[in-house]
């Protein structure tokens, strides 16, 4: 129902490797977010911006970095995969008005062997 | 500490049956209150939002109260269907920044059964 995408949906992966987790939005909006999260746990926000050329980290430290140059677009890259990186990552968006509800995708699980 | 807390943790009913799951929160100050249902392997999908000013508020079967004095909310699912069967998280949103920060619960898992 949300015009959100995320590729791959699963990767698996050997250690040490470089990745990139793709995330695009139709729906025009400014803000986008990447979560992680671990199975029966909280959602954690690892990265946010509010737009191009906007990126922030976010409340649980991660090894990974993100980049903005168009507004539908925001890839989520890790230099060097380590089983520690292992996990579920949610990406997101949502419009510029406070109440508005965060559109999600539908996830890649990652794993790093 | 900001914290949204949810019980119970997993819950098992037959279909038809009717359920109430309850959040907790100490988060200050207070924006809004959501309720997001994920399926597994899939992404959270919006069911409700309320302000401060809402004490209630219906999606389909879903019907979420809000009590910002007690800092509790509930979400009540009526003559539920196997397709409920789904984590169903709590997030709560501080006025602190524009952004306008999201706490999250770890959700209730619900399973309907036939």
């Known amino acids: 129902e949300a015009d959100i995408y995320q590729t791959p949906r699963y990767l698996v992966i050997g250690t040490g490797k470089k990745i990139t987790l793709e995330c695009s939005q139709t729906m025009g909006h400014d803000k986008m977010y990447w979560y992680q999260q671990d199975p029966g746990m909280e959602l954690h926000l690892i990265h946010y911006?509010?737009?191009?050329?906007?990126?922030e980290k976010g409340d649980l430290s991660s090894e990974s970095t993100v980049s903005r140059i168009r507004t539908e677009h925001f890839p989520l890259t890790l230099e060097s995969a380590r089983p520690s990186h292992t996990s579920q990552y949610l990406c997101?968006?949502?419009?510029?008005?406070?109440?508005?509800?965060?559109?999600f995708g539908d996830g890649t699980r990652l794993s790093i062997l | 500490k900001n914290q949204v807390e949810q019980s119970p943790q997993s819950l098992i009913i037959l279909e038809g049956k009717n359920c109430t799951l309850q959040c907790n929160y100490t988060v200050s100050p207070f924006s809004n209150l959501r309720w997001y249902k994920q399926d597994t392997g899939r992404g959270p999908v919006s069911l409700t939002i309320m302000t401060f000013s809402e004490n209630t508020k219906s999606n389909g079967r879903y019907t979420a109260t809000l009590d910002a004095d007690t800092k509790q909310s509930s979400l009540h699912i009526t003559a539920s269907q196997l397709s409920d069967s789904a984590s169903y998280i709590c997030v709560v949103s501080d006025r602190g920044s524009t952004l306008g920060r999201l706490y999250f619960g770890r959700g209730t898992q619900l399973t309907v059964w036939p």
């Open positions: 911006s509010y737009g191009v050329n906007s990126t």
């Open positions: 997101a968006s949502s419009g510029d008005r406070e109440n508005q509800p965060q559109h």
